[in-house]
C-alpha cells in the first residue's frame, strides 16, 4: 500500500519540461527500466538477487522514478517478458505472413532462432534455467498460451473438428521446441543456428498432416 502511495504521488508531479510532455518523459523512463531489466534478467547476474536498486542503478535513473510505473520488481521482471514475448510475436508474424503457407515453420523458426542470436539477452531470459519465480511462472502461462495458438492453427488450416488429439500435438509441439532451444543455447545441442532452424522445422513439417488430428 505503501508503494502505491508513492506511485500516486509521483504520477500527480509529472509535468511538461524543456519542451518534453510529461508522458512521453514517462514512457522514456519506462522503456529504460524494461532495458535495464532485460540487461540483467538476461545478463548473467542471478536473476534471485534482482533488487530495484540494482534495476535503479542499471537504467541510471532514482529510485523514485521506478515507481512510476512498477509497484515493485515482480511486476517489472513480468513487464520485461511480456514486452519481449510481444516483440517476438510480432516479428514472427511478420515473417510469417510473407511467405507462402508452405514455408510457415521455416520463416517462424528461423526469426525466432535469428531474434536469440542477435540478442543473448533475450535468449537467456526466455530459456535460461536460472530464473526466478515471476519468470518461471510467465513462461508457463506463455507456452500455454502458444499451445492455445497452434491448435487454432490446425483447426483454421485443415478445418477438423476440435478435439484432443489436437491439443495434445499442439502442446507436445511447442514444449518440444522450447525444451530443444533451451538444450542448444546450453550447448548440449551442436549445431548451427541455420542446422538448429533446418532440423525444427523439418520436425514441424511432419505435423502438417491432417491424419494425425482426426478423432
Not at 34 to 50: C, H, M, S
Request: with cysteine.
Amino acid at each position: 500500500m505503501a508503494r502505491q502511495g508513492v506511485k500516486m504521488v509521483v504520477m500527480t508531479q509529472v509535468r511538461p519540461y524543456r519542451g518534453i510532455e510529461a508522458a512521453e518523459r514517462l514512457a522514456e523512463r519506462r522503456r529504460r527500466f524494461l532495458e535495464a531489466g532485460l540487461d540483467l534478467l538476461g545478463g548473467g547476474q542471478n536473476p534471485e538477487e534482482l533488487t530495484v536498486r540494482a534495476i535503479c542503478r542499471q537504467a541510471g535513473l532514482a529510485v523514485r522514478y521506478f515507481y512510476e510505473s512498477f509497484t515493485d520488481k515482480d511486476e517489472l521482471v513480468a513487464a520485461v517478458f511480456d514486452w519481449v514475448i510481444a516483440d517476438i510475436a510480432g516479428t514472427t508474424q511478420a515473417a510469417v505472413t510473407a511467405v507462402p503457407l508452405r514455408e510457415y515453420n521455416q520463416a517462424g523458426m528461423a526469426n525466432i532462432v535469428r531474434t536469440i542470436v542477435d540478442d543473448p539477452r533475450v535468449g537467456r531470459l526466455l530459456f535460461s534455467p536460472h530464473a526466478n519465480p515471476v519468470l518461471v511462472r510467465k513462461r508457463t502461462e506463455s507456452e500455454a498460451l502458444m499451445a492455445m495458438l497452434t491448435a487454432q492453427s490446425v483447426l483454421d488450416t485443415f478445418g477438423v473438428p476440435e478435439n484432443e488429439r489436437i491439443k495434445a500435438t499442439a502442446h507436445f509441439v511447442v514444449g518440444g521446441v522450447v525444451q530443444a532451444i533451451s538444450t542448444w543455447l546450453a550447448g548440449t545441442v551442436q549445431l548451427s543456428p541455420d542446422e538448429l532452424v533446418d532440423q525444427l522445422t523439418a520436425i514441424l513439417d511432419v505435423f502438417v498432416d491432417p491424419d494425425l488430428f482426426k478423432s
